[in-house]
Structures are given as structure tokens and as C-alpha cells.
Nanobody
Framework: QVQLVESGGGLVQAGGSLRLSCAAS????????MGWYRQPPGKQRELVAT???????HYVDAVKGRFTISRDSRENTVHLQMNSLKPEDTAVYFC?????????????WGRGTQVTVSS
């Protein structure tokens, strides 16, 4: 029953920056992992970055060195700092929470926030 709400999306020129935020209804340190996915126009949803309960991060090659995932446990919020944005970063960005119960994974999703990068 984790509720996730994304914010921070918008329109930005290539080379610019945006900071996305995901507010969770539950304590994020009680969740196995948090992450960001994105869905470009006409394409399937794809993984962007994850952060585990222990703080280990993972990035796909397309954003490595440009994006940073972080968390604020006091605010129950996960952030995605996006620098050096490219037009191909244009997508709807979704916050994800993945938890594990009895060895099974459960995923929770926000409604998404639009990021548009112009050239």
C-alpha cells in the first residue's frame, strides 16, 4: 500500500538540469529498494536508476555520469538529479518502490511526471 507521488518534471533545454522528487507514504528505509524508470514516447518503460535500503546505487549506461539518485529518509523522499540533459532523455519518469515479502517481490508505482528536453 505504498503511495508514491513524483514532482519536478518540466521543459528544459539540452544541457540543462532538472531534479525529480518522489514522496513516499512509507518509511523508505523499510522498503527493499527505490528507483526511477522512464518511458520515452512510443517506447517501452525502461530502468534508469535504483537505490537499495543499504544505500547501494545502480545506473543504466545511458545516464551514468549524468544522473544521480539519492534519498532523504527523514522526508521519505527519493530524488533524481539530472544534469547535461539530452533530447533522448525526454520521457515520462516514474518512481518505483520494490519490497520483498516471504521471498516475493512487490512493486509500487507513482503516476509519473513528464520531462521534455528541447534541442
Amino acid at each position: 500500500q505504498v503511495q508514491l507521488v513524483e514532482s519536478g518534471g518540466g521543459l528544459v533545454q539540452a544541457g540543462g538540469s532538472l531534479r525529480l522528487s518522489c514522496a513516499a507514504s512509507d518509511r523508505i528505509l523499510s522498503i527493499n529498494s527505490m528507483g526511477w524508470y522512464r518511458q520515452p514516447p512510443g517506447k517501452q518503460r525502461e530502468l534508469v536508476a535504483t537505490i537499495t535500503r543499504s544505500g547501494v546505487t545502480h545506473y543504466v549506461d545511458a545516464v551514468k555520469g549524468r544522473f544521480t539518485i539519492s534519498r532523504d529518509s527523514r522526508e521519505n523522499t527519493v530524488h533524481l538529479q539530472m544534469n547535461s540533459l539530452k533530447p533522448e532523455d525526454t520521457a515520462v519518469y516514474f518512481c518505483n518502490a520494490r519490497d520483498v515479502y516471504n521471498g516475493r517481490e512487490f512493486d509500487y508505482w507513482g503516476r509519473g511526471t513528464q520531462v521534455t528536453v528541447s534541442s
